[in-house]
Nanobody, 125 residues
């Protein structure tokens, strides 16, 4: 069982920055993958940034490359999503997610068994 708790959402102007935080609680081994997904009204949930926890590889959606950065603090069992140069189209509910499957497709929602409650990000123009 993996419990995830997000924080850090809010409102920002276009061009601004926000940082999302996800605290991971588990009594088992660390997940294989940790990442962030988002869901905008009327759209499907999409992968934004995912990290292979037992290595260093990361994956980003094309729409956020160069603007968003996923990182972690192992000592605090915490993951972050630094979002810079925000755009109105980044407005969505953002979810922290974890996968215990070694064979995980980074942006496939069903591969992630554990989800946080979500945090809203709203970017105004």
């Amino acid at each position: 069982q993996v419990n995830l708790l997000e924080s850090g959402g809010g409102s920002a102007q276009a061009g601004g920055s926000l940082r999302l935080t996800c605290i991971v609680s588990t009594k088992s081994n660390s997940p294989y993958y940790m990442g962030w997904f988002r869901e905008a009204p009327g759209k499907v949930r999409e992968g934004v940034a995912v990290m292979y926890v037992r290595g260093t590889s990361t994956h980003y959606a094309d729409s956020v490359k160069g603007r968003f950065t996923i990182s972690r603090d192992n000592a605090r069992r915490t993951f972050y999503l630094q979002m810079n140069n925000l755009k109105p189209e980044d407005t969505a509910m953002y979810y922290c997610a974890a996968s215990n499957q070694f064979e995980t497709t980074w942006n496939r929602e069903r591969d992630f068994a554990y989800w946080g409650q979500g945090t809203q990000v709203t970017v105004s123009s």
